[in-house]
Nanobody, 124 residues
Framework: QVQLVESGGGLVQAGASLRISCVVS????????IGWFRQAPGKEREFVAA????????NYADSVKGRFTIFKDNAKNTVFLQMSSLKPGDTAVYYC?????????????????WGQGTQVTVSS
């Protein structure tokens, strides 16, 4: 069982930067990937970014390419999402999720374990 705990969300102005974190707790998470998803009120959960746990290869949604960066700190078993040039449209609850599959999946149904989410609000 993989446990995921997000933190770092908050209220920022448009154009600002914010870093959110996902601590991954497991004894056996030796492959697979961590993904970040977000869900705005009244909308479906959508893919943001993913990183391979071993190779650290990355994948991004087109809407965040060039603005968001996903990376991991192996010593802390933590995956970060660095968000820059934030827009009001980025406002959502951000979730991290894990799977044991090869390849960086971009749909929520391919991820087994989820954190509880952290709210990111971008004001105009």
């Amino acid at each position: 069982q993989v446990q995921l705990v997000e933190s770092g969300g908050g209220l920022v102005q448009a154009g600002a930067s914010l870093r959110i974190s996902c601590v991954v707790s497991t004894r056996t998470f030796s492959n697979g990937a961590i993904g970040w998803f977000r869900q705005a009120p009244g909308k479906e959960r959508e893919f943001v970014a993913a990183i391979g746990w071993i190779r650290e290869n990355t994948n991004y949604a087109d809407s965040v390419k060039g603005r968001f960066t996903i990376f991991k700190d192996n010593a802390k078993n933590t995956v970060f999402l660095q968000m820059s040039s934030l827009k009001p449209g980025d406002t959502a609850v951000y979730y991290c999720a894990s799977n044991f599959e090869y390849g960086l999946k971009t749909t929520p149904d391919r991820y087994k374990n989820w954190g509880q989410g952290t709210q990111v609000t971008v004001s105009s």
